[in-house]
Each structure stands twice: as structure tokens, then as C-alpha cells.
Nanobody
Framework: QVQLVESGGGLVQAGGSLRLSCAASGLSFSNYAMGWFRQVPGKERDFIAAVTWRSGGNTYYADSVKGRFTISRDNAKSTVYLQMNSLRPEDTAVYYC????????????????WGQGTQVTVSS
């Protein structure tokens, strides 16, 4: 049974930082690209960041987070991270990690597995 478990969300003031983690089990982690998406009520799930298959692989970011967020993965720990700096109130959302077996890894449709999400709230 595949499980993706996110952690690290919470309440932070604008300008602050959070680090999200997503621990994977039940799958061959290094065979999947990993991504982070976010969703607010009533809207679609939006791409934030993705990293290709190997540790230190190629990374992709949405323009809205480029320069503030950093995605990384540790294949030995089957974990993907999202370091979020300079947080803004508009970053408030539920953040989901996903595992994708194919391109394009910026598209929700190519993701095979999802975590349950973790809430991030940024106060002004």
C-alpha cells in the first residue's frame, strides 16, 4: 500500500519560513518524480514545485514561488522536502505532495499518488 505523509505545516507570520516533508512508503521512491502542489477552497490544485527522479535531480518551480521555495529529495530516506521562505499571506493553502511516474511533472494529471495534505497558514 502506497502512502505519502506530509508534515511540517502550520501557522506562520508573513516573512517567515516553514519546511514541509513528505515521507513515502510502499513504492520504489527513486522511480518517481516528486512534486508539491497547493489548493485553496473552491479552486484547482496548483503546481508549486517538482524534482525529477534522482537525488539532486532537475527542479521545476511555479513563477509565484521561484526564488522563495526550494524542493529537494533524499532517496535514501524516501522523503521529499519543500523549504518555504519569505512566506506571504497568499501562500496560505493546503499543500499536497505527489508521486509521478511520467512527464510532465508539473501537471496534476500525471501524478499517481497523493498525500493527505498539510495546512499552511500565513498571517499578515
Amino acid at each position: 500500500q502506497v502512502q505519502l505523509v506530509e508534515s511540517g505545516g502550520g501557522l506562520v507570520q508573513a516573512g517567515g519560513s516553514l519546511r514541509l516533508s513528505c515521507a513515502a512508503s510502499g513504492l520504489s521512491f527513486s522511480n518517481y518524480a516528486m512534486g508539491w502542489f497547493r489548493q485553496v477552497p473552491g479552486k484547482e490544485r496548483d503546481f508549486i514545485a517538482a524534482v525529477t527522479w534522482r537525488s539532486g535531480g532537475n527542479t521545476y518551480y511555479a513563477d509565484s514561488v521561484k526564488g522563495r521555495f526550494t524542493i529537494s529529495r533524499d532517496n535514501a530516506k524516501s522523503t521529499v522536502y519543500l523549504q518555504m521562505n519569505s512566506l506571504r499571506p497568499e501562500d496560505t493553502a493546503v499543500y499536497y505532495c505527489g508521486a509521478s511516474g511520467r512527464y510532465p511533472i508539473t501537471n496534476t494529471n500525471t501524478y499517481d499518488y497523493w498525500g493527505q495534505g498539510t495546512q499552511v497558514t500565513v498571517s499578515s
